[in-house]
C-alpha cells in the first residue's frame, strides 16, 4: 500500500488531536463538565469511560492502519455526544459535535477510498 499523503496524515492527526483534548478534559473533569454529566442523566464517573474512549480514537486515528476503525468509534463518540445534548434540549450545543462527525466522516472517507484504490483493507 502506498503511504497515506502528508496532508491526509496532517487531517487524521488533526482530529486526533482534538480527541486527545477532548479525552483529557473528559478524565480530568472539572466540576462543571461533571455536572453536565450528572445533568444529562449518565452515572457518576461516565466522563472516564467517555474520555478513554476519546482517547483511543485518537490513537486508531493517528495510526494509518486502524484509521478507519478509529474513525468509526470518533463517528460513534461524535453522534452519542450530539444525541446527548439534543435530547436534553441543548440543540446549540450539538453543532460542534456534528462539525467533527462531518470531519470524521471525511476522514473515514479517505482512509476508505485510498484503501480500496491501493488494494489495502483497513481494519475495520
Excluded: C
Aim: net charge positive; proline share 6%.
Amino acid at each position: 500500500m502506498k503511504k497515506p499523503t502528508y496532508g491526509e496524515n496532517l487531517f487524521a492527526w488533526l482530529l486526533a488531536g482534538f480527541f486527545v483534548v477532548g479525552g483529557t478534559l473528559n478524565i480530568f473533569a472539572s466540576p462543571d463538565i461533571a455536572a453536565d454529566y450528572q445533568r444529562w442523566g449518565y452515572p457518576p464517573r461516565f466522563h472516564y469511560l467517555t474520555g478513554a474512549l476519546e482517547w483511543l480514537a485518537a490513537v486508531l486515528i493517528a495510526a494509518p492502519m486502524t484509521r478507519y476503525i478509529g474513525s468509526l468509534l470518533a463517528a460513534g463518540i461524535m453522534i452519542s455526544a450530539a444525541a446527548t445534548v439534543a435530547l436534553n434540549g441543548e440543540y446549540d450545543h450539538a453543532i460542534a459535535p456534528l462539525i467533527v462527525l462531518a470531519l470524521v466522516a471525511v476522514n473515514a472517507w479517505i482512509t476508505r477510498r485510498r484503501a480500496q484504490t491501493k488494494g489495502f483493507s483497513p481494519k475495520g
